[in-house]
């Protein structure tokens, strides 16, 4: 995959050029202000959603922060979350956290290059594809890429996230 150099470098995008990974990143429109959901997302750039990943920021019940990158349509299951990094139990993090935690704002927030190194939990279906798409680190920009090379990126693991 080719690099996009017309587009403004996000810190997800830096870090990811820094370790020399394969990424093409995606701009799709948005009006500054409107929320975005990821399923508008994939159609706006002509992926199946389940190609298409969010990414969650919980806190464990030790106090310590984890990130889970899940396909938009589906919905973490928290046990399986908090079984995944070791925890008793995990709680989304509130929407006022997001940005001074991870450093990305809400609908933009990249499981590559936050303030912090996380534990990162990639949902197992993503190694089920070529490539998926995540958040390229602000509202309007997505990133596509090999999962392992995400997983290479943020040094997360695989496991069964999703609710049924």
Do not use: W
């Not at 799709?28 to 389940?50: I, S």
């Not at 106090?63 to 938009?72: A, E, I, K, Q, T």
Request: net charge positive; glycine share 10%.
């Amino acid at each position: 995959m080719a690099k996009h150099n017309a587009i403004q470098k996000t810190n997800a995008m830096r870090m990811l050029d820094k370790a020399r990974t394969a990424y093409e990143a995606r701009e799709y429109p948005h009006k500054p202000g409107e929320p975005v959901d990821g399923e508008t997302v994939a159609a706006l750039l002509g992926q199946d959603p389940a190609r298409v990943f969010k990414t969650l920021v919980t806190q464990g019940a030790g106090g310590g922060y984890f990130v889970f990158v899940v396909p938009v349509a589906a919905t973490l299951d928290l046990k399986k979350a908090a079984r995944a990094v070791g925890e008793k139990s995990v709680a989304m993090i509130p929407v006022a956290r997001i940005e001074p935690v991870t450093g990305y704002v809400r609908g933009g927030c990249s499981p590559v290059g936050m303030k912090k190194a996380f534990p990162t939990v990639l949902d197992a279906t993503a190694a089920d594809g070529d490539t998926i798409m995540v958040s390229g680190g602000r509202i309007g920009l997505q990133i596509q890429l090999a999962p392992a090379d995400l997983l290479a990126a943020c040094g997360g693991k695989l496991a069964d996230l999703c609710a049924e």
